[in-house]
């Protein structure tokens, strides 16, 4: 069983940072990409970053330069730097990752986090 657990998240003022940690683990072969999604009240979920296997990296473009997605292979956690926070990034924080369960079947499967919510006062 594989498990995808997000934390980090919090009340913090403008200008302000926090750090989002998300841990996969169970039984797990590899990890492709591993993401961090945003979604505030009555909006779309939106992609805020993206890692990949290869450690590159993709970032929505109202937080170029803000924030910065990295990853710990050997424990399977993505983390999400946010720094110079504005009040329109408070939303719930979910993590995605995309992996290779282990087992005879393969191919890769998306397991979500239960989100964690960031809220940025002004």
């Known amino acids: 069983q594989v498990q995808v657990v997000e934390s980090g998240g919090g009340l913090v003022q403008a200008g302000g940072s926090l750090r989002l940690s998300c841990a996969a683990s169970g039984s797990i072969l590899s990890i492709n990409t591993m993401d961090w999604y945003r979604q505030a009240p009555g909006k779309q979920r939106e992609l805020v970053a993206r890692?990949?296997?290869?450690?590159?990296?993709t970032y929505l473009d109202s937080v170029k330069g803000r924030f910065t997605i990295a990853r710990d292979n050997a424990k399977n956690t993505v983390y999400l730097r946010m720094d110079s926070l504005k009040p329109e990034d408070t939303a719930v924080y979910y993590c995605?990752?995309?992996?290779?369960?282990?087992?005879?079947?393969?191919?890769?499967?998306?397991?979500w986090g239960q989100g964690t919510q960031v809220t940025v006062s002004s």
């Open positions: 995605r990752a995309s992996l290779i369960p282990l087992g005879l079947q393969g191919g890769l499967r998306t397991y």
């Open positions: 890692i990949f296997s290869d450690d590159s990296t």
